[in-house]
């Protein structure tokens, strides 16, 4: 048995996610959520070492693990969240556990199963239900049903296998009031491992540093992005954000210093500048507490003011991280991101002026993107002064409104492509731009002109930084874990003397072929 104790269930996160420093939060409120309701489930996170690749022979091995760890859970229902890239290795594995384990039910659940639950339920799927749109309330009465054979027709918000066909029963209703989630047991996982210092969170600053949720939801209607599409079926939620109250958030930072040594954390809300009361109320509590400690957020250009600027710095906001996409109008208004250059501009001024550092994010191979809005895009990149810069290329994931309008249908042994878009770029499908740009040398080049050493390095001589590192209780930590960040450093710098550029993998595993563990 897991841990000594019998489950009901054991939530999987995905092998695939075993090198990456990002906690399973679906798995931490759906335990939650289930032990309210007397549901008792394991979260089974097994780690790799950090950005180690997985190979055939490491994901066959991690597999044996959690099969394992499965059995001695004694849970008879098994939960797995999935990405689109994800699904063939969660179809596969669901296929794997089935056969050494006869009699586990199997549910998928999260962002891809919920736009393409078909991907999973068919005849001979070892897949027995999809969870559709969120998973706590759903999943528990899922759960519940699994266990004590009530008939899944009376579970709402998924799908399943019923006279050889797809049965997608009605949405459940969403929760407007998220405190109705307990908090997360983090014991439950290896947060010595999340808690490390690492430079991926408030990028490219090394802090010991976890992320905190305030919201879900996003009213906004880019045509590159997924969120607005989870809910369409239920009008309701289009153009809705839901909040946490701010003292179930402070509380869980709180915890997350004293008992886990945490020296900063990075609010990863899709825009947490939602409202500006509401960010005036964080940061009064988060200076009533005294906490001092220094984070970030994402936040949008039109959902900022100069007078919001300023009390976040106030309260250590020490980075905010922006959309800008483009720098072209129309490009903007084509993406239906709903800003303004002006507005970009403004809060790019305030941030400097208040001693807020930036972090501009920008994408090539937007549809229709021509030559001069490429020049438009850099005039404005370089115009900013951003301190870091990131430049990306669209992937057109299922789900969005781009996906849907150039009828962009892989099959599944080609969702690999979603993951890795620059080596997809050979194939026209993933191609918007009209210009002759070499899609991956304009990107790899730009990243490379515009984080120079000395922006990359900048935040080593900011005071709350140095504040930071002198205050935590885990310079041990720093001292023994800067030899990676140190060693990538010092490559890049290798890479820049040499004109050298770092080497693609092109190793995949055909997990669907995957059949002797």
């Known amino acids: 048995?897991?841990?000594?104790?019998?489950?009901?269930?054991?939530?999987?996160?995905?092998?695939?996610?075993?090198?990456?420093?990002?906690?399973?939060?679906?798995?931490?409120?759906?335990?939650?959520?289930?032990?309210s309701k007397g549901v008792r489930a394991a979260i089974i996170d097994e780690k790799s070492e950090i950005g180690r690749p997985i190979t055939?022979?490491?994901?066959?091995?991690?597999?044996?693990?959690?099969?394992?760890?499965?059995?001695?859970?004694?849970?008879?229902?098994?939960?797995?969240?999935?990405?689109?890239?994800?699904?063939?290795?969660?179809?596969?594995?669901?296929?794997?556990?089935?056969?050494?384990?006869?009699?586990?039910?199997?549910?998928?659940?999260g962002i891809h199963p919920t736009i393409k639950p078909d991907d999973f339920i068919f005849p001979d799927s070892p897949v027995d239900a999809v969870v559709i749109g969120e998973g706590e309330r759903t999943f528990a009465e899922l759960a519940i049903a699994l266990r004590d054979g009530r008939p899944l027709d009376e579970i709402r918000g998924i799908a399943f296998l019923k006279d050889g066909r797809m049965r997608e029963t009605p949405r459940m209703p969403v929760m407007h009031d998220l405190d109705e989630i307990p908090p997360r047991d983090f014991s439950l996982i290896d947060m010595e491992f999340y808690c490390k210092p690492q430079m991926d969170l408030i990028r490219p600053l090394y802090l010991s540093t976890y992320y905190i949720f305030t919201t879900r939801g996003c009213p906004s209607v880019c045509t590159f992005c997924v969120s607005k599409n989870l809910f369409k079926k239920n009008e309701a939620l289009l153009g809705m954000a839901r909040v946490r109250s701010i003292g179930a958030v402070v509380d869980e930072i709180e915890l997350l210093k004293r008992k886990y040594r945490i020296d900063a954390f990075m609010i990863a809300d899709e825009t947490f500048t939602l409202g500006k009361k509401r960010v005036f109320e964080f940061c009064d509590e988060l200076e009533r507490r005294r906490l001092g400690m220094v984070w970030a957020c994402q936040t949008k250009a039109n959902l900022l003011t100069e007078e919001m600027v300023a009390a976040m710095a106030k309260a250590g906001c020490i980075q905010l991280e922006f959309g800008v996409e483009a720098g072209s109008q129309e490009m903007l208004n084509r993406m239906k991101k709903g800003v303004r250059i002006d507005q970009i501009r403004n809060c790019f001024a305030w941030s400097k002026k208040h001693g807020i550092r930036t972090f501009a994010n920008f994408m090539f191979n937007c549809p229709g993107e021509t030559e001069k809005d490429v020049e438009d895009t850099l005039r404005l990149a370089e115009e900013l002064d951003a301190d870091t810069y990131s430049f990306g290329i669209l992937t057109p994931f299922p789900g969005t409104d781009l996906h849907d309008e150039r009828r962009i249908d892989l099959p599944m042994e080609e969702y690999y492509l979603y993951n890795i878009a620059k080596l997809a770029l050979t194939d026209r499908r993933f191609i918007f731009a009209t210009h002759g740009h070499n899609l991956e040398e304009l990107t790899n080049g730009t990243n490379a002109r515009l984080n120079p050493l000395r922006r990359r390095i900048s935040y080593l001589w900011d005071p709350r930084y140095l504040r930071a590192i002198l205050r935590s209780r885990r310079k041990t930590d720093y001292l023994v874990g800067a030899i990676l960040p140190l060693k990538k450093f010092m490559i890049k710098v290798w890479r820049e003397v040499t004109g050298r550029r770092a080497k693609v993998s092109r190793a995949r595993i055909d997990y669907l072929k995957i059949t002797d563990v």
């Open 56 to 109: 055939e022979e490491v994901w066959k091995a991690m597999f044996r693990r959690i099969a394992e760890r499965i059995e001695r859970s004694d849970a008879r229902i098994v939960g797995l969240g999935c990405f689109t890239p994800e699904a063939p290795e969660v179809l596969q594995t669901c296929r794997l556990l089935k056969r050494r384990l006869p009699g586990l039910r199997l549910v998928v659940g």
């Open 1 to 35: 048995m897991e841990g000594g104790k019998q489950y009901d269930v054991a939530l999987v996160t995905t092998i695939a996610r075993s090198n990456e420093r990002v906690p399973p939060f679906a798995s931490l409120d759906i335990e939650a959520y289930c032990r």
